[in-house]
């Protein structure tokens, strides 16, 4: 195995079916193939479409991906692929379809956690993460912030999303203000023409009652429901509902209480690297606001790609490699998928 080893990943936790390659840090391929069109009409994300899809899409992903990088499979020193946490029949895909490549190919397999993923994909685009460092992953499904001391040992969950997950909030918000499914770019979009100071929306969880309870927690399904009840209130009204204007206050609200939480993290553990992954980190308010707060406190602000943001393969491949860098044994080959894997397992 050459020093740097040659990690292909597998993504099929949700409507993303990924496969990407790298080499240590090295991204070598990133293919991926969406359904997100498909479950479009359904206004979120429709479990037994997303499994089809992925069985139709993960053979000709791998081979794009392998064409992609110029190698073979046989060049591969090891696979990984997300074991969880993610819709179970998503995963179930993704997982089979590693295991029969691993078997074929007499590869090592590794399942891993996709949220600590999130986190290990930003090393492709910065290099090695300082450690200790604090990780707040924001996406349709989880909102969280995790100490990071040593990736491949595990993280320690600080704070977590106690009902609606930002990146759920905004497909919830977008379908209210009559935007497309997924909500996160159209509302960014509409939001850029708005005023986000025009509106008065709530900040969950950050009264000082709740933050003796929930000092780094989330909650976004007051927010999402006070915008229900403004934009409904102007609709009985007949007036017209200022779409930029709810789009900009609703985004200003998101983002002002993750990069708050976010940074008082930080500060309570002496952290001066603050990492933000998962889809709703492609948010362009949300990369302002956290670049302007931490440099006033002197923290580092490390944000993947836009297209490194939501899931993909590369994730997956960069965890992997890190994994087998540093000397992590191999998971077994009847390895399980877990759609409510904890945060606490890196691998299983």
Not at 112 to 126: F, G, P, S, Y
Request: glycine share 10%.
């Amino acid at each position: 195995m050459a020093d740097e080893p040659l990690v292909l990943g597998i993504e099929t936790s949700c409507d993303e079916t990924g496969v990407g390659i790298v080499r240590g840090h090295t991204l070598l391929a990133d293919a991926l193939a969406s359904s997100v069109d498909q479950h479009a009409r359904f206004g979120g994300v429709v479990p037994e479409v997303a499994s089809r899809a992925h069985l139709e899409a993960i053979v000709p992903t791998m081979r794009r991906a392998l064409d992609q990088a110029g190698v073979t499979i046989a060049d591969i020193d090891a696979i990984a692929v997300t074991a969880g946490p993610g819709l179970a029949g998503a995963l179930l895909v993704g997982v089979a379809a590693a295991k029969g490549y691993a078997v074929a190919a007499e590869k090592p397999i590794y399942g891993v956690n996709h949220l600590a993923a999130h986190v290990a994909v930003d090393t492709l685009e910065h290099g090695p993460l300082p450690e200790p460092a604090v990780a707040m992953l924001v996406s349709g499904g989880h909102s969280s912030l995790l100490l990071v001391d040593d990736l491949t040992a595990g993280v320690t969950p600080l704070g977590a999303t106690i009902d609606d997950a930002a990146g759920e909030a905004f497909d919830k918000v977008a379908r209210l203000l009559g935007l497309p499914f997924p909500g996160g770019p159209p509302i960014d979009r509409a939001a850029r023409e708005g005023d986000g100071a025009a509106i008065a929306f709530p900040r969950g969880l950050t009264a000082p009652k709740d933050l003796a309870a929930h000092r780094f927690d989330f909650s976004f399904s007051g927010l999402k429901t006070a915008v229900a009840r403004w934009v409904e209130a102007r609709e009985r009204a007949g007036e017209p509902v200022p779409v930029a204007d709810v789009a900009a206050s609703f985004q200003e609200a998101v983002c002002d209480v993750l990069t708050a939480k976010a940074i008082d993290a930080c500060r309570q553990h002496g952290v001066e690297t603050l990492v933000i992954g998962g889809g709703v980190a492609a948010n362009s308010r949300l990369r302002v606001l956290a670049e302007q707060r931490c440099a006033r406190h002197g923290i580092t602000v490390r944000v993947p790609p836009p297209r490194l943001c939501t899931d993909n393969g590369a994730m997956v491949a960069a965890l992997g490699s890190h994994l087998v860098a540093a000397g992590i044994a191999p998971s077994r080959l009847d390895l399980p998928a877990d759609s409510a894997m904890p945060l606490t397992t890196v691998s299983v």
